[in-house]
């Protein structure tokens, strides 16, 4: 009897202690599945804006393609979409209007916030592509060639092609526009946060920063950035 009851004992024991061993190690578990994500934030450089070759630029960050039929197609640049990350854009003008060189033609809302474009030329909208402005991702992957905004019947675009970039000098002058950012953004926030850790030094910055200026700061961006005059 002593013997069984010692062997009893035992079992018990080595019950117990399996049972504390498995209940450690699910607090253990669940105390690692609950530590908190790490987020990372979308970063760009001046070497990562996309620019491809064949179009033209403006001064305000549109691009332009000119048709056989002497119509252009236009839509924002690479630098715009990095910087705004557009949540929708809106037209200011209706096919058939007529519409001024440096007359905004667009909003783009991003984070509650309002930012125009203007256009480039004097004309007539032939065109709006409002499956693009229906659906803006298509411009976040890619605001070029097929995701253009509108169509133009330019009046006399000779007066103004002299003031478009094309070729070499656009990858020059994107660089330059982003260094003019950077600059911006340093002069308009104390939070280092927005511009990155290396803002001297090639540092990058987040995407859509221009979401969270507030409304001084927007408008000096329209003005150094957008605006044609």
């Keep these: 009897m002593v013997a069984l ?25 669940v105390f690692e599945e609950a530590k908190p994500e790490q987020t990372t934030k979308t970063v760009f450089t001046k070497e990562s804006i996309y620019v491809p070759q064949g179009l033209y630029y403006s001064k305000g960050h549109t691009w332009l393609n000119f048709a ?17 990350k557009p949540g929708k854009i809106f037209s200011l003008k209706s096919e058939g ?4 060189r440096g007359e905004p033609i ?22 709006l592509n409002k499956s693009i402005l229906e659906n803006v991702k298509h411009i976040r992957e890619n605001p070029y060639r097929d995701n253009w905004l509108i169509e133009i019947e330019p009046a006399d675009v000779k007066l103004v092609l002299p003031s478009f970039k094309i070729g070499k000098e656009v990858v020059n002058w994107m660089k330059e526009e982003v260094n003019r950012f950077k600059d911006l953004l340093a002069h308009l926030s104390p939070k280092p946060s927005l511009v990155g850790a290396t ?22 961006f329209e003005d150094e950035f957008l605006k044609l005059s």
Excluded: H, Q
């Excluded at 009893?8 to 498995?22: R, Y």
């Excluded at 667009?106 to 065109?127: H, M």
């Design 68 to 84: 056989e039929d002497g119509k252009l197609k236009l839509g924002i640049d690479d630098f715009i979409n990095k910087v705004l």
């Design 199 to 220: 803002l001297y030094d090639g540092g990058n910055i987040v995407e859509g920063v221009v979401r969270i200026l507030d409304e001084e700061g927007i408008s000096k």
């Design 5 to 29: 009851f010692v062997l009893l004992s035992f079992i018990l024991i080595i019950s117990i202690s399996l049972i504390v061993t498995k209940v450690r190690d699910k607090k253990i578990s």
């Design 106 to 127: 667009f909003e783009i809302l991003a984070n509650g916030r309002t930012v125009k474009i203007y256009s480039p030329v004097d004309g007539i909208i032939s065109s």
């Design 97 to 100: 209007e007529k519409v001024s």
